[in-house]
Structures are given as C-alpha cells and as structure tokens.
C-alpha cells in the first residue's frame, strides 16, 4: 500500500478495530459486494470501504450502503437477474 501523500485523506476518522476478529484494524480499501434480492443477484465491484487488515472483513458507510441498495433495486425494476455494477462514488 502507497503512503503517499494523496491517499490519507480521511484515514484517521475510519480507523476502527475489527468486531469480527478483534485484533485488525481497519483501513480503507475496494471491496466486491453482492446483494441478493428474490431470484436477482446484483454484484457491485470496486465499492469503496473499510477493511480489516487481519481477517479482511470489510465494513461499508451509511451513504454507499445507501447507494447501493438504490442501484440494486433499480437493476431489479429493470428486470436484471443477475447484474454486475462498477461502483462509482
Ligand atoms: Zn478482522
């Protein structure tokens, strides 16, 4: 990972300890995310999220959750069965 100088923007508000293996920390990384919804399956790649170093549990924000349950459900009324997003913020 780059430390460089443009990549720390909001690090030290997301840095969290992990709930599910309580030693990692977490940090900002992409993430694969698939929602399920009746017979549709809707994978979102590249979602911006926190993720756990140790055991690479990730944990998304309240905004793209939101985002992405919005995206999901338009794919859905469209008639998607299964659909594959690039997520953008
Ligand atoms: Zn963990």
């Known amino acids: 990972m780059s430390r460089g100088g ?4 909001a690090c030290q508000e997301t ?3 992990c709930v599910i293996c309580k030693h990692g920390q977490t940090s ?10 009746g017979e549709s399956l809707i994978i979102f790649k590249q979602v911006i999220a926190d993720v ?3 055991c690479g549990e ?3 924000s309240e905004a793209i ?5 919005q ?6 009324k469209n008639g998607a069965k ?4 690039r997520f953008a913020a």
């Open 6 to 9: 443009e990549v720390h923007l």
């Open 82 to 85: 299964v659909e594959i997003l």
């Open 15 to 17: 840095v969290m300890d």
């Open 28 to 37: 900002p990384g992409k993430v694969t995310v698939t929602l399920q919804r």
């Open 58 to 60: 990730y944990y998304l």
């Open 65 to 69: 959750t939101e985002k992405l349950l």
């Open 71 to 76: 995206r999901a459900e338009e794919a859905i």
């Open 52 to 54: 756990c170093e140790n």
